[in-house]
């Protein structure tokens, strides 16, 4: 989507043709910085440090990091050794496993000495997977609004999200803003309530920042907001991304959704999640139960960092010195309070037949 006019992606092969940009998240919303990647570690540290984040781009830099490290070391060996490095670099999105297993299929049956371009080639296709399904989500969502749309003609639909689940957490589009980013395009009156989304804070650094440069309008809110909006009458729907979404329908996502998810079936809101297939784990059956759930450092939450008066970058602690933080970084909703899934197959029922019927090579692939 556009930086000051001009059309930018998440990650890219860079011009050498084989070292990888990436915007480095960590600097938005203060500065505009490409990183590049230039070994497996790299894409390892960048996805652990939440250079890049967001499941899909996650997925996206490790297929990336595996061709990295085929350039360095192109064994079974050495193809093992990049699997199990970029694997465990976080542990809730699966589109990371997914990524590095559809990189593992195309390079192992390969002679090594091919396994370089190849691993390139597969990557650069997971990559322009990525922007076409999401294309998908959009079209599929844009239902969602325009039926709203409908129902109030002249009126502003107003869209509440949480976390960054936009173009920056993928490769381009977005899931949960793509319908939104396509509603503005078609001149539907949107406007997005955005959630802070402490302690990262990726709504208010990150999904401001991409729906800001695009011309989309929105609101930030602290998150303990969006229950009282939904009680006045002030979102019609909230659509949200997703890390994993379970066999049976529940959705993990960012820490937090859960308690947007029980406001909104309170107050009668629609509760949308868009998703692009590879964020489905048929390996998981009950996502409460099964979804590994990342605890991230005390010190995003006993620190926050942003820029002063005079225009320095600084960073405070505003927890009291002695005091122990949690940091769960995911929850997990219940499929139950999920209105529908936004997907490239159309907008599905949360739950198993619903996500079976509609991605049986999934299913399939999941029970090898
Ligand atoms: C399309 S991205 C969906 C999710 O990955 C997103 O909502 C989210 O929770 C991101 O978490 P993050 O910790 O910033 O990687």
């Not at 049956?109 to 597969?122: F, K, S």
């Not at 990559?127 to 239902?143: K, S, Y």
């Not at 490769?171 to 406007?191: F, M, Q, S």
């Amino acid at each position: 989507m556009k930086v000051d006019g001009k059309h930018f992606r998440s990650i890219w092969r860079e011009r050498d043709g084989w070292s990888v940009g990436a915007i480095d998240q960590r600097r938005l919303p203060h500065e505009f910085v490409i990183a590049r990647l230039t070994s497996c570690e790299d894409a390892a540290v960048a996805i652990r440090d939440m250079l890049v984040r967001g499941a899909p781009l996650i997925g996206a830099t490790a297929a990336y990091g595996m061709a990295l490290a085929m350039r360095e070391d192109s064994s079974d060996a050495g193809l093992k050794r990049a699997y199990e490095t970029l694997v465990v670099a976080r542990p809730t999105a699966i589109n990371l496993k997914w990524a590095l297993d559809e990189m593992r299929t195309a390079l192992a049956p390969i002679d090594p000495l091919e396994r370089a371009e190849a691993a390139y080639a597969r990557a650069d296709e997971i990559v322009e997977q990525d922007v076409e399904i999401n294309r998908g989500i959009a079209g599929n969502g844009l239902a969602l609004i325009e039926a709203i749309a409908a129902k109030k003609p002249g009126e502003t639909v107003n869209v509440l999200t949480h976390c960054n689940a936009g173009w920056l957490a993928t490769v381009d589009w977005g899931t949960a803003t793509a319908p939104i980013y396509l509603a503005h395009e078609r001149g539907i009156k949107v406007h997005v309530w955005v959630d802070e989304t402490r302690p990262r804070n990726q709504g208010a650094s990150l999904t401001a920042w991409e729906l800001g440069h695009h011309g989309v309008p929105h609101t930030v809110i602290p998150d303990n907001t969006g229950g009282h909006l939904m009680q006045h009458g002030m979102v019609d729907l909230a659509i949200v991304g997703t890390d994993r979404v379970a066999a049976n329908g529940d959705v993990c996502n960012k820490i937090g959704t859960y308690l947007k998810a029980l406001a909104a079936h309170d107050n009668g809101v629609p509760f949308y999640v868009a998703l692009p297939s590879p964020t489905i784990d048929f390996a998981v059956n009950d996502g409460i139960r099964d979804i590994p759930i990342e605890q991230r450092s005390g010190v995003e939450v006993t620190d926050m960092t942003g820029r002063t008066a005079d225009g320095r970058l600084e960073t405070v602690r505003i927890v009291p010195e002695n005091s122990p933080v949690a940091n769960y970084a995911f929850d997990v909703t219940p499929a139950r309070l999920v209105t529908g899934l936004i997907t490239e197959r159309g907008v599905l029922k949360p739950d198993r037949a619903a996500l079976a019927a509609a991605f049986p090579e999934r299913v399939t692939a999941t029970a090898k």
